[in-house]
């Protein structure tokens, strides 16, 4: 005798439904067809009974008193394997797998709809994601900062599809994307002399030699066209953001900004902390003799360059530099804003609970490898995820 070990609380599968329609058009017992599909005998009855479908009888001569018929009283009540089913005049029912699985489907979309929870709770939901949407966090971060939250991030998304929430996807930082930027390539390529040595490539085969795992990319982000920017800087992988105002892009300004790192924290830590830099072909990187030389007794920094149009290979910056437009965005004057107001806005970048560090700021990982009093003499100090602000309201 065969055992039956039935699939508990896994729901039938349409090609487990094709097998079911095709024993009741063969005639095959309740029994057989569940030892066929390893199911319970009571699972296939329940299957077939709430799924079957009723095909009425044309009222023949004006007859209205159709009955049932009594084979429809035996377990499999259908009709599929019945020899006088095309002359009947009864009542007949059907069962057919493509119909089932349509009916399943419905069933359980609808069961998943609405919200599962009560009024009172929803309204406490709802007035907590307005209170941190408000200051610029994101549902990853909403659901990590209130832990008496009893969703996921996938479900606050689902409701706010569903119009359930009092916010608008616009007011989410990442659910409004941008258009893609097209890539044109140059059409010539001409090396700087600079570049010699320092192409993307030679980065790659640099840290690949040198087993090389943290590094920092550099960048320069702008706001009104032709007005002041921002300096800014990534500790990779920690994407910790380091940003100082710069009055326009040229050496000089930058040179300013390395001189005051380097005189900060040491020569001997900016090599420590700073020895392999990546950045982009701006003019105002075309001299790095400044960056590099660290003394005579402290060896050099190296310094790399990305390939022409490819901001794609320092990308965690890129990213990082999308916190900054939350604040300001592109053609606002970044002259408006004081040193202060950007090392505030920096330090509640840095502070920011993130998935990728699970759940981590980038500052608490880049603690563990950076001394706290180190990131303190740039001014750097974490604030309390709850209290992170992610939009300009910081500077009210």
């Not at 209130?146 to 930082?173: A, F, H, M, S, W």
């Not at 994307?177 to 140059?186: L, M, V, W």
Request: some cysteine.
């Amino acid at each position: 005798m065969v055992e039956l070990v039935d699939k508990k609380h896994k729901h039938l599968s349409l090609s487990e439904r094709i097998e079911i329609e095709a024993g009741l058009n063969n005639g095959m017992s309740i029994r057989k067809i569940s030892q066929n599909l390893n199911r319970s005998a009571s699972t296939i009855v329940y299957e077939i009974s709430n799924r079957k479908v009723l095909h009425k009888p044309n009222h023949f001569n004006g007859r209205s008193n159709i009955q049932n018929c009594e084979k429809l009283d035996k377990a499999s009540s259908v009709c599929n394997s019945c020899k006088t089913k095309n002359g009947c005049r009864k009542y007949k029912y059907y069962y057919t797998a493509s119909h089932s699985q349509s009916n399943y489907k419905e069933i359980l979309v609808d069961a998943r709809l609405g919200i599962d929870m009560d009024c009172e709770e929803f309204i406490k939901l709802n007035d907590t994601i307005k209170e941190d949407i408000e200051k610029g966090h994101s549902f990853y971060m909403i659901v990590q900062n209130n832990q008496e939250i009893d969703v996921t991030e996938r479900t606050l998304y689902n409701y706010q599809e569903l119009g359930y929430l009092c916010t608008k996807n616009i007011d989410l930082p990442r659910k409004v994307r941008y258009k893609k930027r097209k890539r044109t390539a140059p059409k010539s390529k001409r090396e700087r002399s600079i570049r010699k040595g320092r192409t993307y490539t030679d980065f790659q085969t640099y840290i690949a030699d040198n087993s090389i795992s943290q590094y920092i990319q550099m960048d320069t982000v702008e706001g009104k066209k032709g007005g002041e920017c921002f300096l800014t800087m990534a500790f990779i992988p920690e994407n910790f953001l380091i940003a100082y105002k710069i009055k326009t892009q040229t050496n000089e300004e930058v040179k300013k900004i390395i001189m005051n790192i380097k005189h900060r924290i040491g020569f001997e830590d900016f090599y420590r902390y700073f020895n392999v830099i990546l950045t982009d072909n701006g003019s105002e990187f075309s001299d790095i003799s400044f960056i590099e030389n660290n003394g005579e007794t402290i060896k050099e920094s190296k310094v790399f360059f990305c390939d022409p149009y490819r901001s794609d290979q320092k990308a965690e910056l890129e990213v990082t530099h999308e916190y900054i437009r939350r604040f300001i965005p592109k053609g606002q004057d970044i002259g408006n804003y004081t040193d202060e107001q950007t090392l505030l806005m920096v330090n509640h970048i840095n502070s920011v609970n993130r998935k990728k560090h699970n759940g981590e700021s980038a500052y608490t990982f880049l603690e563990q490898r950076v001394p706290k009093e180190t990131l303190q003499k740039l001014g750097f100090e974490k604030v309390e995820s709850k209290d992170v602000i992610l939009n300009g309201r910081l500077f009210k």
